[in-house]
């Protein structure tokens, strides 16, 4: 056997174990890159779970389906597919601009920054605090 041969053979087992264990897993055909399933999960139009060779997985929606095929004892199918995107990650929440103010009976009206949280401040009006007060809240 040359080593094309061995390495053909390697990965026909390898994939027939995985269908064995009722994983699908993508397979390089001639004519580009097939999934091959369980042939009960393999139904054209279902969305299934392919297992990479890393072990990391992708959703796929089941394309044009070959017929059923039966190797020692395993029924399987042989499938084209449709990639299905996965979705953007939201952008993380900017922090909140801007104050409340918080009365206060000593200070006066004191304003608590939403982008410091904890501490609250007492402006006499000149445009620079007072007194800052951490208020644990």
């Known amino acids: 056997m040359t080593t094309t041969e061995d390495h053909r053979r390697t990965t026909q087992e390898a994939i027939f174990a995985a269908v064995s264990a009722g994983q699908t897993v ?3 055909a ?9 042939a009960a999960d393999i ?4 969305t299934v779970t392919v297992t990479k ?15 059923i095929r039966t190797t020692r004892g395993v029924e399987y199918q042989v499938a ?24 206060n009976a000593m ?8 982008a410091q949280p904890g501490a609250t401040q007492y402006d006499d009006g ?3 605090y007072r007194v800052q007060i951490w208020d644990n809240s």
């Open 26 to 28: 993508y397979t390089k």
């Open 53 to 67: 060779r890393d072990g990391s997985t992708s959703q796929v929606r089941v394309g044009p389906v070959g017929g």
């Open 126 to 128: 000149s445009g620079r």
């Open 30 to 38: 001639p004519s580009g890159w097939m999934i091959v399933g369980p």
């Open 80 to 103: 084209g597919f449709t990639k299905i995107p996965t979705p953007a990650p939201r952008p993380a929440e900017k922090p909140r601009t801007g104050f409340d103010l918080v009365p």
């Open 107 to 114: 200070f006066g009206t004191g304003r608590r920054y939403r």
């Open 43 to 46: 139904v054209e139009g279902a």
